[in-house]
């Protein structure tokens, strides 16, 4: 079965920078979109970015400009390149791949930036 491993969360000051990663693994083909999404606290959850096997790249609003999604596919690994951080950028950041039909999550791994 399909198993992510999230890494790089942490606490940073506004404006610094951190860089996430999710290796997935228990699939032989690559997956269709690998992504991140995020949840604060009373907020509902909010895809940030996603990357396709082919490479193209969507990315929210918010972080347009700051964040940059790359994947490795021999390595069935994503991350997400986080600048220019912000205090609105606190969540835990989830990484999720599409395989066929279905999505697969992370357990998450917190972001904290302070100012």
């Known amino acids: 079965q399909v198993q992510l491993v999230e890494s790089g969360g942490g606490l940073v000051q506004a404006g610094g920078s951190l860089r996430l990663s999710c290796a997935a693994s228990?699939?032989?083909?690559?997956?269709?979109?690998m992504g991140w999404s995020r949840q604060a606290p009373g907020k509902e959850r909010e895809l940030v970015a996603s990357?396709?096997?082919?490479?193209?790249?969507e990315y929210a609003d918010s972080v347009k400009g700051r964040f940059t999604i790359s994947r490795d596919n021999a390595k069935n690994t994503v991350y997400l390149q986080m600048n220019s951080l912000k205090a609105e950028d606190s969540a835990v950041y989830y990484c999720?791949?599409?395989?066929?039909?279905?999505?697969?999550w992370g357990q998450g791994t917190q972001v904290t930036v302070s100012s």
């Open positions: 999720v791949v599409t395989q066929s039909i279905r999505d697969y």
């Open positions: 228990g699939s032989p083909f690559r997956f269709k979109r």
């Open positions: 990357i396709a096997a082919g490479g193209s790249t």
